[in-house]
């Protein structure tokens, strides 16, 4: 199979903290891993994709500086939400796939991140 | 810019009925998938179509693929209660890039 891990699961935290969220591709290796965001009984939105060596690439409308991303090696990912506030508070989800082509997406289990 | 948009947005529905969810997208794509997502949680992958025509099936959910006309389908025949759920499609924007735009999602109930 295909496994990514998500950790941590649930954080709670004060405003102005920073918070660190780890993807992990257990089994496989990952050239890309993709961050998303989701709000309550809303849909996923695409945050950035990380690729292993390179910086990451935002969509348009994320602040890079809010969310750090560094994806050092092929089986690790992270995102750090850097100072952050109330309106940050959201299910965060990683993904990652294999390098080649037609290689699906496999989905961590989420953090869910609540900022006090 | 690529659209997704799934109808219905909510569905509440008796056991034993049948259903159709859409996904309609607004540029070329080749390739669509569809997740189903419980409370709480992440997403589980249901189907992946990569062709036009492409129909997949898995217990009581059939998915099929029209590339011309742009829409997904995911049919739910004699629904039970375990298929309530969230369900989400996702197109490829950047064939072979793998980055996913996803539909608004569709929140099934399945009363008993």
């Known amino acids: 199979g295909a496994v990514v891990s998500q950790h941590p699961s649930w954080v709670i935290c004060k405003s102005g903290t920073s918070v660190k969220i780890e993807c992990r591709s257990l089994?496989?290796?990952?050239?890309?891993m993709f961050w998303y965001r989701q709000f309550p009984k809303q849909s996923l939105m695409l945050m950035a994709t990380s690729n292993e060596g390179s910086k990451a690439t935002y969509e348009q409308g994320v602040e890079k500086d809010k969310f750090l991303i560094n994806h050092a090696s092929l089986t690790l990912s992270t995102l750090t939400v850097t100072s952050a506030h109330p309106e940050d508070s959201s299910f965060y989800i990683c993904?990652?796939?294999?390098?080649?082509?037609?290689?699906?997406?496999?989905f961590g289990d989420g953090t869910r991140l609540s900022i006090l | 810019e690529l659209k997704v948009e799934q109808n219905p947005l909510f569905l509440s529905m008796q056991e034993g009925k049948n259903y159709t969810i859409y996904c309609n997208y607004s540029?070329?794509?080749?390739?669509l998938y569809w997740y189903r997502q419980d409370p709480g949680k992440s997403l589980e992958s249901l189907f992946v179509?990569?062709?036009?025509?492409a129909v997949k099936q898995e217990g009581r959910l059939m998915a099929s693929l029209d590339t011309k006309a742009r829409l997904s389908t995911l049919h739910i025949t004699a629904a039970v209660h375990d298929l309530s759920a969230t369900y989400f499609c996702?197109?490829?924007?950047?064939?072979?890039?793998?980055?996913?735009?996803f539909g608004t999602g569709t929140r099934l109930t399945i009363i008993p």
């Open positions: 089994d496989f290796q990952a050239t890309t």
């Open positions: 996702a197109v490829d924007l950047n064939f072979g890039n793998e980055k996913l735009t």
């Open positions: 540029t070329t794509s080749d390739r």
């Open positions: 179509l990569l062709s036009n025509g």
């Open positions: 993904s990652a796939r294999r390098t080649g082509r037609n290689q699906p997406q496999h």
